[in-house]
């Protein structure tokens, strides 16, 4: 109940928030409440990557675009639109529409035969022995690409001097 309630509270903090750094970093922190229920699950590697993927890489990133393109006349605008009622009514409804398709499926109520158990160790051993190849071709390709994002960076950043 303590992480469900802190997850929740991290993700509606970071919609009310006025401040942007301040809805990055409390919604890394709904990212943390998510990655310790999978943990408490029973699901160590969905945890283990959710912490990874988005806890290191995506909120860090949020929060360096955010420093990077920082925008001082945001922070003057109002929190709510003048519409925000009528955008809760149809979230409620839209909200309400997938809840009943979900609930009416005949997957929800279909028992399902047991899963096989894959350990946070099967998976690393299969990584680092089976799919080595296509695991470092994948860091290239990724290296490349950062790389080269950098060098168009850089380009624009000298003609704009």
Known sequence: MVLALLTVAGMA????L??????V????LGFVGIA???LQLG????GLAQIMVYVGAVAILAVFA??????PESANSPVFSSQWIMGCIVAAAVFAVLARAIYSTAAFTQVLPPQPEATVHQVGDSLMHR???PLEIMGLL?????????VIAMDRREEMK
């Open 36 to 38: 310790a229920l999978y």
């Open 25 to 28: 970093l409390a919604l890394t």
């Open 142 to 150: 990724l290296t490349a690409a950062l790389i080269g994002a950098v």
């Open 13 to 16: 903090a970071a919609m009310g």
């Open 131 to 133: 799919y080595v190849l």
């Open 43 to 46: 699901a160590q590697f969905v």
């Open 66 to 71: 955010i420093m990077m393109t920082h925008n």
């Open 18 to 23: 006025r401040n942007a750094v301040h809805c």
